[in-house]
Nanobody, 124 residues
């Protein structure tokens, strides 16, 4: 069984930073792709960034590219999302997700394991 536990959300002023963490457990091969998604009230869930845990550079949504950075600590089974230069429009519930594949799209229906989500609120 794969479990994902997200943490690190909070409230921050515009221009500030937060780092989200997602600790994974269970079959490593079922967590080959790791991704972050977010959903704001009244809006569709959107992909933020995704990475293959063994190789390659993460892919990011255009709205966060240059401000957000995904990294992975394989020894700790932890996926991170470093969020800098935060904007009010970044306010959302953030979810981590995983799937057992070597291609990691930013499409939510591609992922079958999900964390519980952590709230990020950015004030102006």
């Amino acid at each position: 069984e794969v479990q994902l536990v997200a943490s690190g959300g909070g409230s921050v002023q515009a221009g500030g930073s937060l780092r989200l963490s997602c600790v994974g457990s269970g079959n490593t091969y079922s967590r080959a792709c790791m991704a972050w998604f977010r959903q704001a009230p009244g809006k569709e869930r959107e992909g933020v960034g995704a990475t293959y845990i063994s190789a390659g550079a993460p892919a990011y949504a255009a709205s966060v590219k240059g401000r957000f950075t995904i990294s992975l600590d394989n020894a700790k089974n932890t996926l991170y999302l470093q969020m800098d230069s935060l904007k009010p429009e970044d306010t959302a519930m953030y979810y981590c997700a995983a799937r057992g594949a070597d291609y990691c799209p930013l499409s939510q229906n591609a992922y079958n394991y999900w964390g519980q989500g952590t709230q990020v609120t950015v004030s102006s």
